[in-house]
């Protein structure tokens, strides 16, 4: 959609959080290679439009495969998540390898981390004391 709305119209960046994303098991996004083949069609219709833009499409497909694994991790689709890392790997080896203590970090705060620690620490750092909405804030 945001692709469709580019092509039309003028836009600007705003470089913040404007939407929050709420991330359930039983959400249509909760399946992750469906999610991929969706974006590799959107993906590839605007690659044939856009054949000057092919490394940004590329790196969004990275980016996206990379957010997919971490999501089947922490949902506990190991099949589906070791596919997605096979597909990191294969893509970028090098960049693929740099980004696993990330990974590895963002699998630890979502299955380790109490929900109870994750709250408190929330609070802690919104100065007013107010409640902050649930939304994962992760960087594409």
């Known amino acids: 959609m945001c692709l469709r709305i580019a092509e039309n119209y003028e836009f600007r ?29 959107v993906l590839a219709e605007f690659r044939e439009k856009y054949p000057s833009f092919a490394s ?19 949902e506990g689709q190991f099949f589906a998540a070791s596919e997605l890392l096979r597909r990191l790997f294969a893509t970028e080896p090098g960049v693929a390898i740099c980004g696993l203590p990330n990974m590895l970090e963002e699998y630890c705060k979502a299955r380790l981390v109490p929900r109870w620690l994750k709250m408190f620490v929330r609070r802690m750092r919104n100065d007013k004391g107010e409640f902050r909405p649930l939304y994962s804030e992760m960087g594409w």
């Open 56 to 74: 940004d499409f590329d790196a969004h497909l990275f980016d996206m495969i990379r957010w997919l694994a971490i999501r089947a991790l922490i």
């Open 13 to 41: 960046l705003v470089p913040q959080y404007l939407v929050g994303y709420r991330m359930t098991s039983v959400n249509m996004s909760s399946d992750v290679m469906q999610m991929l083949r969706s974006c590799e069609i």
